[in-house]
């Protein structure tokens, strides 16, 4: 067997990264936070508008960090971006909660496929027990298939995404759905200006949280071939594609639910499906969802260990963080680490509204430190600036734009749900001293 190195050779396209995005971006969020997002907006007007104004929002991220990734292609870009535009520490701090995050999404998300699966299976399985236990499964089953190779996780990742597409464009059949029928009913309560504003802010926590995940396609920097033309390209790919489905889906579920059905969904495609297609269609996209948290699930494992690579490239992490499988391509220790970490994830959250709010309550600084590093690497270009790769449209005020939408949303996770932000927080603050400790014993070695 080959020995594991710190090499990465270049093999994804741009097809496969646009459908990488796909999967970073549709885990389970677009099944599951719309009825959440009803929840907090309390109208269609406000709910629709948050979903319009997170999906332009996210589009100017995606023309942000396109710019960035095609500036600079890096594995673990996305940590290597803040270290080399501010500091290691900084970096640190932000990417360290990142993965740890992270992967609590990704358990977060398995227990949803959990909920969508476990009902077609024996009555003994449809407990929160047996819920659990499919989830540990899942996580362990992609754990494996990642172990064989990036280059196969690749093209797993391509079928996942296809299926998945196909899946949501079926369901969006229900924008022509009339309803006729009295059992679904559209309700729009009264809301004075304060409240509306306020709304539409908490609103945004779970859209955001939806339409997140591009930015992690930075940490395939040294695996892209031809990064500078091929990562705006898979980018813009992914996410244009996204936007047109997500919109049209918020819409179906609407049509067909009716807003009060949409709010009181927990299995929102399953139930809209089940209307539009009878109980054979409510399987089938059961079935069918719980392929797309595959896809979620088998591309976040592609993407994290890229994350550790940097770290230990910078020397934070230990060497065997970096070990790269040379047939494989598998950084078999850091995958490893990964899924204990989100194991464990499982045992501390266990309900999805938790863990969005766990993950968005430090990711929006994340976020928006990421784009900063573009002012960052304009500047240090200066006016004779030769990068011939894209250069987002409307500097610098969209970027900025981009940046304080971020931060507007990561002020509000702490507003409506401190107890959820301060464990987000102190694990930020506590990569302060970890960084000098993980320092340290580097240099005793």
């Known amino acids: 067997m080959p020995e594991p190195s710190g090499k990465i050779r270049p093999q994804i396209g741009v097809f496969d990264l646009g459908m990488i995005v796909i999967s970073l971006v549709i885990g389970i969020g677009i099944f599951r936070t719309p009825a959440i997002v009803a929840k907090q907006a309390g109208s269609p007007e406000i709910f629709f508008s948050a979903w319009i104004a997170g999906g332009v929002v996210s589009l100017i991220g995606a023309f942000v960090f396109a710019e960035i990734g095609s500036r600079h292609h890096f594995p673990g870009g996305f940590y290597k971006m803040i270290s080399t535009a501010f500091h290691p520490l900084y970096a640190f701090m932000i990417n360290w909660v990142i993965v740890l995050t992270y992967g609590a999404g990704m358990a977060g998300v398995a227990l949803i496929g959990?909920?969508?699966l476990n009902p077609l299976l024996p009555d003994f399985a449809r407990d929160q027990k047996g819920i659990l236990v499919t989830a540990i499964v899942t996580l362990l089953f992609f754990y494996v298939v990642n172990m064989l190779g990036i280059?196969?996780?690749?093209r797993t990742q391509n079928i996942l995404s296809s299926v998945k597409i196909l899946m949501m464009l079926a369901l969006c059949t229900g924008i022509f759905y009339s309803n006729t029928s009295n059992d679904v009913v559209t309700v729009t309560p009264e809301l004075s200006g304060g409240n509306w504003l306020s709304a539409f802010g908490a609103s945004l926590i779970a859209v955001f949280y939806t339409f997140g995940g591009y930015q992690?396609?930075?940490n395939f920097g040294?695996?892209?071939k031809d990064p500078v033309r091929n990562t705006p390209r898979g980018?813009?790919?992914?996410?244009?594609?996204?936007?047109a489905l997500y919109l049209a889906l918020n819409y179906t579920y609407y049509n067909v639910l009716g807003y009060e059905g949409l709010s009181n969904s927990s299995l929102i495609a399953a139930d809209a499906a089940n209307v539009l297609f009878g109980p054979s269609g409510k399987i089938f996209f059961s079935l069918a969802i719980f392929c797309s948290v595959l896809g979620f699930i088998n591309a976040t494992m592609l993407s994290l260990p890229r994350v550790y690579y940097a770290l230990a490239d910078d020397h934070i992490l230990p060497q065997i963080f970096k070990k790269v499988n040379e047939r494989t391509q598998v950084q078999e220790f850091a995958l490893t680490f990964l899924i204990v970490t989100t194991l464990l994830s499982l045992w501390v959250l266990d309900t999805f509204e938790q863990i969005v709010n766990y993950?968005?309550?430090v990711d929006g600084i994340a976020l928006a430190s990421a784009a900063a590093t573009l002012f960052v690497f304009r500047k240090r270009a200066g006016k004779n600036d030769s990068h011939q790769g894209f250069k987002v449209w409307g500097y610098p005020y969209l970027p900025g734009l981009f940046v304080l939408f971020l931060l507007i949303t990561a002020i509000n996770v702490i507003v409506t749900d401190p107890s959820s932000a301060i464990v987000g927080w102190a694990l930020f603050l506590g990569g302060a001293p970890l960084y000098y400790i993980l320092q340290w014993?580097?240099?005793r070695k």
């Open 235 to 243: 980018i813009f790919l992914g996410m244009f594609l996204i936007l």
């Open 222 to 224: 040294a695996d892209i």
């Open 216 to 218: 992690q396609t930075l």
């Open 114 to 116: 959990s909920e969508y």
């Open 441 to 443: 014993l580097g240099k």
């Open 151 to 154: 280059k196969s996780g690749s």
């Open 359 to 361: 993950v968005m309550s």
